[in-house]
């Protein structure tokens, strides 16, 4: 693992090398650590209430929606297997599987 999450005194989020360096705000709440593949993390969205959630790419700053809504005070997160490599989830009757790896 070369990438650590943490928090300011202020509460804002952000990401950095152990060493220190490249510190860089987050937006959202974390939900999968450690990242998986050392680049990617799971954020839930929403002000109040979970609205949705998406994969965050830590080396492009992108994001994707994965089309996984809030149920009331609640959301179904994405699950990852051993490797950090494949993400899975259903919505609906479909399943849903994402290698990371893939990714570019």
């Known amino acids: 693992m070369t990438i650590c999450l ?3 005194a202020e509460g804002e989020l952000f990401f950095r090398h152990r060493d220190g360096s490249s510190q860089k705000a987050i937006p959202g ?3 999968s650590a450690p990242l998986t593949q050392d680049r990617f993390y ?3 969205y929403g002000a109040r209430m979970p609205a949705g959630v998406g994969l965050y790419d830590l ?3 992108k994001s994707g929606y994965l089309g996984i809504q809030g149920e009331g005070n609640s959301i179904r997160l994405p699950s990852t297997d051993r490797t ?3 993400l899975s989830y ?3 009757d479909d399943l849903y599987l994402v290698d990371l790896a ?3």
């Open 102 to 104: 893939r990714i570019r």
């Open 90 to 92: 259903t919505l609906k």
């Open 59 to 61: 080396d492009t700053g």
């Open 6 to 8: 943490g928090q300011t």
């Open 29 to 31: 709440r974390v939900h």
């Open 84 to 86: 950090g490599r494949l």
């Open 42 to 44: 799971i954020s839930a």
